[in-house]
């Protein structure tokens, strides 16, 4: 479809791509879904996650980030334990195996080498791998026993978006599966909590002046930023640094927010921005204290909260959706934070400097 590979009336294919969100977590719902509403998987694949009595999560960048949310889908949700590793890091560290391992490698593309090499590496072993995609027919794909699809359509821009929240999408309605086909009664439905996902998107992508606004308040004059979250929240901080960092070219860092007093603390001067999420309850009070800890040392901060949790001065409050979906949509006003840091300060949004959409080589 050209209308995929092309821009429209968006300025740029990132902006196109978060805004495509919605649609794509609606997609992914229709194609995961039987006639019954119960989720529609490949049942080889359902074999080997029951066989499995460790999972190996294999990804690089922001792939690696939506891993260590699917690592707390699988575990919590399917009671299997799951180790994230970095594909360019697995082979010099490489772990113990357990007896019966599988093998998941998330690659938007299913080109990186990185991921390629232990695939390469894992296959000699004779473990199976599974790997999700939003290219079927790519190496990753091909190579590997099993595919599941991500159908978020072309990624373009080279900061990925639609793909991350695509990644997490599939990886749920995976842990559910794997979940039900090990007889575990479980009350979360992922179709269902994600159709109020694909919604609570939608009016974040309507409000985007807000995080104009925002973007400009916090990242004008700044050429480094800190963004804080415990529990789910700290990998989407993580993964909110790594946008900024690569489009806007400001050093920023995501930190579990118990770190700070044991070292960055010392980096806050007076209006450093720190940006903090808090969409779990259980954590809500102590990221609140990180928040004041900051505050109180000069740090020009930010609240994004999920309702529900909120305080007045919240400078953002998410629509409130089931506490594993969160990163689905916390992350959404991270990346168009890092989109407008970037127009304000003229980068090259879709294709920033010493970047390539897929890093072929190791
Ligand atoms: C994300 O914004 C990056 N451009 C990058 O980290 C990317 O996620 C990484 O290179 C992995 O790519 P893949 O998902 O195609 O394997």
Request: net charge negative; proline share 4%; hydrophobic share 40%.
């Amino acid at each position: 479809d050209a209308s995929d590979t092309e821009k429209g009336t968006y300025p740029h294919f990132m902006l196109k791509e978060i805004d495509e969100q919605p649609f794509v977590i609606r997609k992914i719902i229709q194609e995961y879904q039987d006639k019954n509403d119960t989720i529609k998987l490949d049942k080889d694949i359902r074999k080997a996650m029951k066989k499995s009595d460790r999972i190996y999560i294999i990804a690089a960048g922001t792939s690696y980030h939506a891993g260590l949310v699917g690592k707390q889908f699988i575990e919590q949700l399917a009671n299997i334990p799951v180790e994230v590793h970095i594909a360019s890091e697995f082979s010099y560290n490489m772990p113990l195996l357990s007896e019966n391992p599988l093998f998941i490698f998330i690659s938007q593309s299913g080109e990186t080498a990185d991921s390629r090499s232990v695939l390469v590496q894992t296959k000699a072993l004779g473990h199976p791998a599974l790997t999700l995609t939003n290219v079927p027919g790519s190496t990753l794909s091909r190579e590997a026993d099993y595919t599941l699809h991500l159908h978020a359509g072309p990624e373009i821009a080279v900061a990925s978006t639609k793909a991350y929240t695509a990644q997490i999408a599939v990886l749920a309605i995976l842990a559910v599966d794997s979940a039900r086909a090990k007889g575990i009664d479980l009350s979360f439905d992922p179709l269902q909590e994600l159709g109020i996902v694909s919604s609570a998107m939608e009016t974040l992508t309507d409000q985007k002046e807000e995080f104009e606004r925002i973007a400009k308040e916090m990242f004008e004059t700044s050429r480094n930023a800190f963004y804080i979250g415990r529990g789910m929240d700290y990998f989407v901080v993580q993964e909110a640094a790594l946008k900024l960092k690569e489009i806007s070219y400001i050093q920023a860092e995501g930190f579990a927010g118990g770190e700070l007093k044991h070292g960055t603390i010392a980096l806050i001067e007076d209006g450093t921005p720190v940006i903090a999420i808090s969409t779990q309850g259980n954590v809500n009070f102590s990221i609140r204290g990180n928040v004041q800890e900051v505050a109180a040392r000069g740090a020009n901060t930010c609240v994004v909260s999920m309702k529900g949790l909120e305080n007045d001065s919240d400078q953002f409050v998410l629509p409130q959706v089931h506490e594993l979906l969160t990163p689905l949509v916390s992350v959404v006003p991270m990346q168009l934070l890092s989109y407008y840091a970037a127009l304000h300060r003229e980068c090259d949004v879709d294709k920033p400097r010493n970047l390539a959409k897929s890093v072929t080589v190791e």
